[in-house]
C-alpha cells in the first residue's frame, strides 16, 4: 500500500474563503501531482513537481497554486474559493526513474464550495 | 495535452460475462499504464506495457499492447461484482507526467 496522505479529505467552505489542501507522501518520491476530477469523468492535471522548489502548471488552467519546499510535502493553495472549484482533488507521485513510473494515488479531498 | 479516448464510455453487463476496454492514441507510445477506480476511491496502478504486441495477464484480466503501440485493451473474463470500477489508461508525456484516458465505467448485474 502506497503512503500518500491527504487532509482533509472533505471539505465543505463558503465562497471567497482562502484554502488550503495538503498532500504528504513518505516514500521520498521525486515528482508530484494535483488532479482534478468531476465525479465518474477524467482527471485532470493542474499542477506538478519535478522535485524541491521546482513546480508546473498542468494542462487544465486552475486558480490555485502550488508549493514544494521539502520533498514529502506538496500542498495546493486556493486564494479565493468559488463554486466552480467544488470537485475532487486528487494528489500523487512517482520516482523519477526511466522504465516503470506509475503514480501512487492519495485518498483525494472532496471540496464543496458554496 | 493530448485527449486519449477509450471506448466504451460506460459498460453494464451481467455478472460472469466478459468485458472490454479500449484505449487509442493518435501517436506512438513508449508505453502506456492501466489504472482502476473504485466507486468513490482513488486510482490504483493495474500495470504497465512496454513492448509491441505485449500480453500480460493478471488471474482474469488481459492486458495487450497494440503492434504499433498506438493503442491497447483491457479484457476481464468472467466478471465479478468486484470488478466495478473505472478503468483508465494513461499514456506518457515526455518522462515526467501521464495523460489519463477518459475512463470506461463498469458496471455489473448481478
Known amino acids: 500500500e502506497a503512503d500518500i496522505y491527504q487532509t482533509p479529505r472533505y471539505l465543505v467552505i463558503g465562497t471567497g474563503k482562502k484554502i488550503t489542501l495538503e498532500c504528504s507522501q513518505t516514500?521520498?518520491?521525486?515528482?508530484m501531482y494535483w488532479y482534478q476530477q468531476d465525479p465518474g469523468m477524467e482527471l485532470h492535471l493542474i499542477h506538478y513537481?519535478?522535485?524541491?522548489?521546482?513546480?508546473e502548471k498542468g494542462d487544465l488552467s486552475s486558480e490555485s497554486t502550488v508549493s514544494r519546499i521539502r520533498t514529502e510535502h506538496f500542498p495546493l493553495t486556493l486564494e479565493s474559493a468559488r463554486p466552480s472549484h467544488t470537485s475532487q482533488y486528487l494528489c500523487?507521485?512517482?520516482?523519477?526513474?526511466?522504465?516503470?513510473?506509475?503514480?501512487?494515488f492519495g485518498p483525494g479531498t472532496r471540496l464543496t464550495v458554496l | 495535452g493530448q485527449q486519449v479516448m477509450q471506448i466504451p464510455q460506460y459498460q453494464h453487463v451481467q455478472e460472469g460475462e466478459d468485458f472490454t476496454t479500449y484505449c487509442n492514441s493518435s501517436t506512438t507510445l513508449s508505453n502506456i499504464q492501466w489504472y482502476k477506480q473504485r466507486p468513490g476511491g482513488h486510482p490504483v496502478f493495474l500495470i504497465q506495457l512496454v513492448k509491441s504486441g505485449e500480453v500480460k495477464k493478471q488471474k482474469r484480466l488481459t492486458f495487450q499492447f497494440g503492434e504499433a503501440k498506438k493503442n491497447s485493451s483491457l479484457h476481464i473474463t468472467a466478471t465479478q461484482t468486484t470488478d466495478v470500477g473505472t478503468y483508465f489508461c494513461?499514456?506518457?508525456?515526455?518522462?515526467?507526467?501521464?495523460?489519463f484516458g477518459t475512463g470506461t465505467r463498469l458496471t455489473i448485474i448481478p
Open positions: 500523487a507521485s512517482s520516482r523519477r526513474a526511466s522504465g516503470r513510473n506509475e503514480q501512487f
Open positions: 513537481s519535478y522535485g524541491v522548489n521546482s513546480t
Open positions: 494513461a499514456l506518457p508525456e515526455g518522462n515526467e507526467k501521464l495523460t
Open positions: 516514500m521520498g518520491h521525486d515528482k
